[in-house]
């Protein structure tokens, strides 16, 4: 066996550095290591707790100035790392603004007489369709059933 072979068993040599591990489905997760910051709620507690995880020690995620089992956790925030199980679930809001908004400059361009009143009713509904499902769709998941918070590694 060649010596750069041996290279591929180091990493499995090392021991694996523990994350907090978010599991929407057992074949969506997303793992936080030590210093990420993760947007969460507790349960009882109504405003979003944004923290930088310093470590983790007997099953319990140490923050800045407390620690925090993760069964305590109830919702977590959506970020960029969780937002990839949506495909487009976040993206509504901006494209039907941005079409509704550009449908309605590009009549203007194209139309120098004016524009109807079919152009504004479609152009100011894409819009406000964009406007309603920036409102309507909820930014944080919900720590429940198959979703599951654990310290893995």
């Keep these: ?47 979003p707790i ?4 310093l470590g983790f020690r007997d099953s319990v995620v140490v923050f800045r100035h407390y620690t925090l089992k993760p069964s305590e956790i109830s919702h977590m925030v959506v970020d960029k790392k969780s937002r990839e199980f949506y495909v487009m679930r976040y993206k509504y809001d901006k494209l039907l603004l941005a079409s509704g908004l550009g449908y309605l400059l590009l009549e203007v361009i194209n139309n120098p007489d004016g524009i109807t009143a079919e152009t504004v009713l479609l152009a100011t509904s894409l819009t406000a369709a964009g406007l309603l499902a920036h409102v309507l769709i909820p930014k944080k998941i919900k720590i429940s059933g198959r979703r599951k918070v654990a310290i893995v590694g």
């Design 1 to 47: 066996m060649r010596a750069w072979c041996w290279l591929l068993w180091l990493p499995s040599l090392a021991g694996a550095q523990p994350a907090l591990l978010f599991q929407k489905k057992p074949s969506h997760y997303v793992r936080y290591y030590t210093g990420e910051v993760i947007t969460f709620y507790v349960h009882g507690q109504r405003t």
């Design 50 to 53: 944004r923290q930088q995880i």
